[in-house]
């Protein structure tokens, strides 16, 4: 059976190093604000001026 040349290692290889910045913000983002959410309370949302206003 020949081999063939298999291009996504080198791909994702390049990507990674284009990109690596940009996903390790994301996730650290994205962290962050699941973190202040889940920490929201009832009490909190009754006080918000900003859920106050969203809600209908």
Known sequence: ???????WPIFFE???NRNWA???G????GTLIAKFSLGLT???AKTSPF???LKR
């Open 1 to 7: 059976m020949p081999s063939t040349f298999n291009p």
């Open 42 to 44: 009832e009490e909190d």
């Open 51 to 53: 859920v106050q206003r």
């Open 14 to 16: 390049r990507e990674w």
């Open 26 to 29: 994301f996730a650290i983002t």
């Open 22 to 24: 940009f996903l390790v």
